[in-house]
């Protein structure tokens, strides 16, 4: 079955720094999904990749997927306080079930 | 082991029947989520759980209705199903600080 993968697990940023967080599939990506949490919350869509090369902003949150369709990076520019968060990549589970699998997600603090 | 586990997997079922989807979670978490995945796979949050309080209860029909009879378990009971109830449904669990951790979804379809 397709797993997905998240690095790093967590990560601890200073304001104003850029970083990235990687999702890696064990097959291919026929649609690779970002989502932030925050604890309690629900889940905020960030983006949506469905093609190699695929690359998607939205405001300082870069979303890029690669030409193999097994890699996705999520990269924030000039971290704020405000992007703390927990990040969640989601896939589709290609299956006839038609539902998402998701990766365990990374921690993101961002100190001011 | 499962961390989080959803029976059934996949529910066909007719209009107006009332029907239970249930979750268990085995990691020791304080909270619990339902999600309703919609046709485009957004996740839209329905309720969560802490320590067997309600603490988030979307805008969703009160056809659904959750129950936690333990910190381990939430499950969705829905009554009287209409065709658009028909989706995949996720439960989730987390902890603190801590990502959530999904099961592996339910899929519904409402005849």
């Known amino acids: 079955s397709q797993e997905l993968e998240q690095s790093p697990q967590s990560l601890i940023v200073q304001e104003g720094k850029n970083l990235t967080i990687n999702c890696t599939s064990s097959k291919t990506l026929y649609g690779l999904y970002w989502y932030k949490q925050k604890y309690g919350e629900g889940l905020i869509f960030l983006m949506m990749?469905?093609?190699?090369?695929e690359e998607k902003s939205h405001e300082k949150i870069t979303a890029k997927l690669d030409e193999k369709k097994q890699q996705s990076s999520l990269h924030i520019t000039a971290s704020q306080p405000s992007h703390a968060g927990i990040y969640l990549c989601g896939a589709d589970g290609g299956g006839s079930q038609g539902n998402l699998i998701f990766g365990k997600g990374t921690k993101l603090s961002v100190k001011p | 082991d499962t961390a989080v586990s959803q029976t059934p997997k996949y529910l066909v079922t007719q209009m107006g029947n009332d029907k239970s989807i249930k979750c268990e979670q085995n990691l020791g978490h304080d909270t619990m989520y339902w999600y309703k995945q919609d046709s485009k796979k957004f996740l839209k949050i329905m309720f969560s759980?802490?320590?067997?309080?309600?603490?988030i209860n979307e805008t969703v029909p009160n056809r659904f209705s959750p129950k936690s009879p333990d910190k381990a378990h939430l499950n969705l009971h829905i009554n009287s199903l209409e065709l658009g109830d028909s989706a995949v449904y996720f439960c989730?669990?987390?902890?603190?600080?801590?990502?959530?951790?999904f099961g592996q979804g339910t899929r519904l379809t409402v005849v």
């Open positions: 990749l469905q093609k190699g090369g």
């Open positions: 759980y802490n320590n067997k309080e309600l603490i």
């Open positions: 989730a669990s987390s902890q603190v600080d801590r990502g959530a951790f």
